[in-house]
Nanobody
Framework: QLQLVESGGGLVQPGGSLRLSCTAS????????IGWFRQVPGKEREGISS????????YYADSVKGRFTISRDNAKNTVYLQMNSLEPEDTAVYYC??????????????????WGQGTQVTVSS
């Protein structure tokens, strides 16, 4: 059974940076597409970035394009989300997920079968 654990969240000032990690156990992440989602209470979960298996492509939502970068380190069984130029609107619980579907044009939560429990990111002065 694949288990995912997010880490790296916290409180940061506007304009600051954070790097989230998604570390897997139980299975290798190498052959999975990995996605990062975020959710604010009362709003729908938003897919913000995903990376294909084999590093063959990445997707970014318009809301994070140019500010966030997704990457993977298969040796560490970990996927990262580098978040720069953070804004208060980025405040949310961030989740990583593993699955089999990938597109450079879209990202759907039902493509992902395994989910972490989330890490809180708060952007505030």
């Amino acid at each position: 059974q694949l288990q995912l654990v997010e880490s790296g969240g916290g409180l940061v000032q506007p304009g600051g940076s954070l790097r989230l990690s998604c570390t897997a156990s139980g299975q290798t992440l190498e052959h999975h597409a990995i996605g990062w989602f975020r959710q604010v209470p009362g709003k729908e979960r938003e897919g913000i970035s995903s990376i294909a298996s084999g590093n063959s492509g990445a997707y970014y939502a318009d809301s994070v394009k140019g500010r966030f970068t997704i990457s993977r380190d298969n040796a560490k069984n970990t996927v990262y989300l580098q978040m720069n130029s953070l804004e208060p609107e980025d405040t949310a619980v961030y989740y990583c997920a593993a699955g089999w579907g990938f597109s450079t044009a879209a990202m759907m939560s039902n493509w992902f079968d395994y989910w972490g429990q989330g890490t809180q990111v708060t952007v505030s002065s």
